[in-house]
């Protein structure tokens, strides 16, 4: 069972590249491109603004609540609240884990889409036109994905302190300039560089495993959601090992 299990791994890895040197060959018309391109931008960057902007709002108020009330020790400096919530978001937060909950909302609708057109001969219409479709669908959802995703951690980052300093404001359980303190202390910009890096990794993995898995489906509307979950699963786990992995290259 398990050779069987290495076996399959090492077939669906090695379709995988075979998939992606396909795709980033020349596209088909650059115009053509570029029109879809900036359709994938609205559609997967600009449309994913708003629950980034709720998710970070909260978790950033949520971060700052807890590590306060957990950390109640005179021995503690009042600033370490807002140090904690800083790094936490810059490091992990605003990176991994909104790449994972993003994993979910466009990758299944990555998946869910090339899916669709596989099922109803869409995509073998394009081949037998003579277009590279692998290319003309894919590229332009990786290009589009990978550029916005830097963009909606920045975001995140920024609207998960204005969550913390929201806590500050609103509530006495912390005081606006011991949390302002916070965020400004022994500040690394290599940080946000970090997870600038990590999140064009993940974004790559997310939107590419997502097309992989749409391209690929075979059978009717049951194996389109079949495929769109094993995307989902399958971008999450390759996020965490790929972390693990950045991390330590860039950390240490």
């Not at 936490?88 to 909302?105: D, H, N, P, Q, V």
């Not at 202390?185 to 946000?192: C, E, G, K, S, V």
């Not at 999140?199 to 495929?227: E, N, P, Q």
Request: with cysteine; net charge positive; charged share 10%.
């Amino acid at each position: 069972m398990i050779t069987t299990f290495l076996l399959d791994s090492v077939r669906t890895t090695g379709k995988y590249f075979l998939l992606m040197r396909k795709v980033f060959s020349r596209p088909e018309r650059g115009r053509m491109f570029f029109r879809q391109f900036a359709l994938e931008i609205n559609k997967l960057g600009l449309e994913s603004l708003p629950i980034v902007v709720i998710i970070s709002v909260f978790i950033g108020a949520i971060m700052t609540i807890q590590t306060k009330l957990n950390t109640e020790n005179p021995l503690l400096p009042a600033y370490s609240t807002g140090l904690v919530t800083r790094d936490t978001l810059l490091l992990e937060f605003s990176s991994t884990i909104m790449c994972l909950i993003l994993a979910g909302k466009v990758g299944s609708n990555i998946a869910s889409e090339i899916g669709t057109m596989r099922i109803t001969e869409q995509i073998d219409a394009l081949e037998i036109m003579g277009i590279n479709s692998a290319s003309y669908l894919i590229l332009p959802r990786v290009m589009a994905f990978v550029l916005m995703m830097p963009v909606l951690v920045i975001y995140s980052m920024a609207i998960g302190l204005l969550g913390g300093y929201c806590v500050g404001l609103f509530t006495d359980i912390i005081t606006v300039s011991d949390y302002l303190l916070g965020i400004q202390y022994a500040f690394i910009p290599y940080y946000i560089f970090y997870s600038l890096v990590k999140s064009l990794v993940f974004a790559f993995i997310i939107s590419s495993v997502a097309s992989f898995y749409g391209y690929y489906v075979k059978g009717g509307a049951l194996d389109v959601g079949r495929a769109s979950t094993n995307a989902v699963v399958n971008s999450s786990v390759l996020i965490l090992f790929f972390n693990l992995i950045i991390t330590g290259l860039m950390l240490n």
